[in-house]
């Protein structure tokens, strides 16, 4: 059971693992996407029917219970599905419903913690392979790993690191459940935080914070909602910054440079280096700022 691209490197190692068979694939129904928002299928879906494999499509999981009941699965493995699984279909199963969650829980229990750990400034993240419990992301541990998060790797470049890393997991501890050799450690309740869901008015940059804390927000909102701010009266998306030392006033430009315009934060600076003005593609900072009506001295807000 999966959705997004992150659940794609899961189901295709479970295609490649010959001591498995996949009996059917259950995932969201088609969705208009793209600019003509034509009506498409997702990531895993294509998958699954590139590989000649059942798919089943329910708008609510409960939809499948018969389907599944008639496929008798062992397992039920389940990847950023995008919905919670019922009782009644995490008990069809003889060896076990387990899930891929990509931190190290109970840290970051929820829909967005490869997101959060990186706007945090976390060093370190990780992959759980887990029972799928009543309580969103509280089931037993079966596998953990952690994983380092590069000092510049952005969201959007740790997620299908992470993917990757878990998908091996998860064919590991479905040969652990299928020889009977699976743990199932508690998770400790008194560590549980949560990683909420993502808003656009997250991604407004709050030009008080420290410039470390900005550039981690800004790696950590990749590549959606996407950090930004506003100059002349519109949106600018901050994709790429550096902290350089420096205490200005908060918000005022230094100075700039062929690397881009420096900004200040608190008791540091950021260099803003890759922007994306309102209705535009992505540059560097530099020209941007160049083509800009900006100067030292100004504000963002």
Not at 102 to 107: G, T, V
Not at 214 to 220: H, L, P, S, V, Y
Not at 228 to 245: M, N, P, Q, Y
Request: net charge positive; aromatic share 4%.
């Amino acid at each position: 059971m999966g959705t997004p691209r992150f659940a794609v490197p899961a189901l295709a190692k479970l295609f490649d693992a010959p001591r498995h068979q996949v009996a059917a694939v259950v995932t969201q129904p088609d969705r208009p996407r793209g600019r003509n928002l034509v009506l498409s299928p997702c990531p895993v879906k294509e998958l699954a029917v590139a590989r000649g494999i059942p798919v089943l499509t329910p708008e609510k999981i409960s939809e499948a219970e018969n389907s599944l009941r008639e496929l008798n699965p062992d397992v039920i493995a389940v990847a950023a599905y995008g919905q919670f699984i019922p009782r009644a279909i995490r008990e069809l199963v003889t060896r076990g419903c387990i899930n891929i969650h990509p931190s190290l829980l109970p840290k970051y229990r929820g829909a967005a913690p490869i997101q959060w750990a990186v706007a945090n400034g976390d060093a370190v993240t990780g992959v759980t392979i887990m029972h799928v419990a009543k309580v969103m992301d509280s089931g037993d541990i079966i596998l953990q790993r952690e994983v380092p998060i590069g000092p510049d790797e952005n969201a959007a470049q740790l997620e299908p690191r992470l993917a990757e890393i878990g998908a091996g997991m998860l064919v590991e501890a479905i040969d652990l459940l299928a020889s009977g050799n699976a743990l199932r450690i508690p998770q400790d309740e008194a560590k549980v935080s949560y990683a909420r869901k993502l808003e656009k008015v997250d991604a407004r940059i709050d030009w008080s914070l420290p410039a470390e804390k900005i550039a981690n927000r800004i790696r950590g909102y990749q590549p959606w909602p996407g950090a930004f701010c506003e100059t002349s009266g519109r949106s600018l998306k901050i994709l790429r910054a550096t902290v350089e030392s420096g205490s200005r006033l908060p918000a005022t430009i230094i100075e700039t440079n062929a690397a881009g315009p420096l900004i200040a934060c608190g008791e540091n600076a950021l260099r803003l280096l890759e922007v994306q003005p309102e209705g535009k593609a992505a540059m560097p900072a530099a020209a941007w700022f160049n083509g800009s009506r900006l100067k030292a001295g100004d504000r963002l807000s």
